[in-house]
């Protein structure tokens, strides 16, 4: 059974830094591409950042340059490094592992808050 737990949410100022941990288990960590969304109230889910199995990361543009995606796959762990976090940041963060082939599986995290306010 796929299992997603994120750690680290949490109340930060404007400016401020915060670091996003997602564990994995019941998936073969190593072969498959994870992910992390947020969602704020009245908006749909949206595409934060993005690893590939092989290392290669995308973002989506408002957080480029402030948002650091990394994966340890000695840990089955995914990151998320925030930084000069603003309070459109705001949202609940999920983790996703998704994998297209053999073993096929599109998993999600409990979700995390992130709140930015002064």
């Known amino acids: 059974q796929v299992q997603l737990v994120e750690y680290g949410g949490g109340l930060v100022q404007p400016g401020g830094s915060l670091r996003l941990s997602c564990a994995a288990s019941?998936?073969?960590?190593?072969?498959?591409?994870m992910g992390w969304y947020r969602q704020a109230p009245g908006k749909q889910r949206e595409l934060v950042a993005h690893?590939?199995?092989?290392?290669?990361?995308n973002y989506a543009d408002s957080v480029k340059g402030r948002f650091t995606i990394s994966r340890d796959n000695a840990k089955n762990t995914v990151y998320l490094q925030m930084n000069s976090l603003r309070p459109e940041d705001t949202a609940i963060y999920y983790c996703n592992a998704r994998r297209l082939s053999y073993p096929v599986y599109n998993a999600w995290g409990q979700g995390t808050q992130v709140t930015v306010s002064s």
């Open positions: 019941g998936i073969i960590f190593k072969i498959t591409d």
């Open positions: 690893i590939t199995s092989g290392g290669s990361n």
